[in-house]
């Protein structure tokens, strides 16, 4: 089993930058798979960005491609979240998930942290 705790949202001014952990315990953190998501208030859960186990391969929604960047630290058991050049539609609470194998759906992840608020003002 992975539990996951989300840190690092808050309230920045359109075109600064975040970075949110995701820190896991368990002991399959680092064979999982990793994802972020995102929902705003009155939308479905979308995804944002995915890992692999090793790192070595990552994909992104379109809307944020050459903005955030996904990473891990597997001997830290944290993935995180850079949001570069944020704009307000980016405001969501983010989620951090894992799974088996990477994956653009929620369906296919079985923990998922508590969310944390990204809040970007024009």
């Known amino acids: 089993q992975v539990q996951l705790v989300e840190s690092g949202g808050g309230l920045v001014q359109a075109g600064g930058s975040l970075r949110l952990s995701c820190a896991a315990s368990?002991?399959?953190?680092?064979?999982?798979?990793m994802g972020w998501f995102r929902q705003a208030p009155g939308k479905e859960r979308e995804f944002v960005a995915t890992?692999?186990?090793?790192?070595?391969?990552?994909c992104y929604a379109d809307s944020v491609k050459g903005r955030f960047t996904i990473f891990r630290d597997n001997a830290k058991n944290t993935v995180y979240l850079q949001m570069n050049s944020l704009k307000p539609e980016d405001t969501a609470v983010y989620y951090c998930?894992?799974?088996?194998?990477?994956?653009?759906?929620?369906?296919?992840?079985?923990?998922w942290g508590q969310g944390t608020q990204v809040t970007v003002s024009s």
């Open positions: 998930a894992a799974a088996n194998t990477q994956s653009i759906t929620t369906t296919l992840y079985n923990y």
């Open positions: 368990g002991r399959t953190f680092s064979s999982s798979a």
């Open positions: 890992i692999s186990w090793s790192g070595d391969s990552t």
